[in-house]
């Protein structure tokens, strides 16, 4: 079983969808959760952080964490054709501070 | 944030041969890593390489493998060694910044084809 499970994709929605991406973990010992987002040929860009359980929200974007689930979430609201990219989660343990851990990417596709 | 130079941005290899990819910040980092990102798979970590020692390797990757040198602060080399078609990947480095621990920032990436 892999330590970040992320389905692939593509997911493709309309503009102005709202976008649920997610990922499950199996190491209780996670405690910092990040969503990346990578447009096509680009490095992976920081998109959000959080650390441990609960909400954070940035503008169109909100980041959940449920560790009694072991499952974060990524919402976008109204959605744009320039979100088009394929967004990872990456975890990271407490007691392993420079390991990321990261999904295998969920590839969304917004069209106007 | 940090401005991260990644060259190549791409190439084209033949078997056998070695490729050394660069990544130059543009301020100190704390840390800086070499990950390789395989379609369809997570990015893994290679190692991370540290200033003026030997890098730290991940299980699977080893040092005549994947030779990494981190001169200084800004600076990092790895080299991927006598290739194979199996090292057809995309090569990324990341770094962590001064000031923004856990947050860690990354070069637009190396596309290796190897023929």
């Known amino acids: 079983q892999k330590e970040v499970e992320q389905d692939p994709g593509p997911l493709s929605v309309p503009e102005g969808a709202i976008v649920s991406l997610n990922c499950t973990y199996s190491?209780?010992?996670?405690?910092?959760f990040m969503w990346y987002r990578q447009y096509s040929r680009k490095g992976p860009e920081l998109l959000m952080y959080?650390?441990?359980?609960g909400n954070k929200e940035d503008g169109r974007f909100t980041a959940q964490v449920d560790k009694s689930s072991k499952y974060i979430s990524l919402f976008i609201r109204d959605s744009q054709p320039s979100d088009s990219a394929t967004y990872l989660c990456?975890?990271?343990?407490?007691?392993?501070?420079?390991?990321?851990?990261f999904g295998t990417g969920t590839r969304l596709q917004v069209f106007p | 944030s940090a401005v991260i130079s990644q060259k190549p941005s791409r190439d084209i290899c033949q078997r056998g041969t070695s490729l050394t990819i660069q990544c130059q910040v543009d301020s100190q980092v704390t840390m800086m890593f070499w990950y390789r990102q395989q379609p369809g798979q997570s990015l893994t970590l290679i190692a991370t390489?540290?200033?003026?020692?030997?890098?730290?390797?991940e299980s699977g990757f080893v040092i005549d493998k994947f030779p990494i040198s981190r001169p200084n602060l800004t600076f990092s080399t790895l080299t991927v060694s006598n290739m194979s078609p199996e090292d057809s990947s995309i090569y990324l480095c990341s770094v962590e910044i001064r000031g923004a621990k856990n947050i860690q920032y990354f070069g637009a990436g190396t596309r290796l084809s190897v023929l």
């Open positions: 990456a975890m990271r343990a407490l007691y392993n501070t420079d390991k990321l851990i």
């Open positions: 959080t650390y441990s359980s």
């Open positions: 190491n209780s010992a996670f405690q910092y």
């Open positions: 390489a540290n200033q003026g020692s030997e890098a730290t390797y």
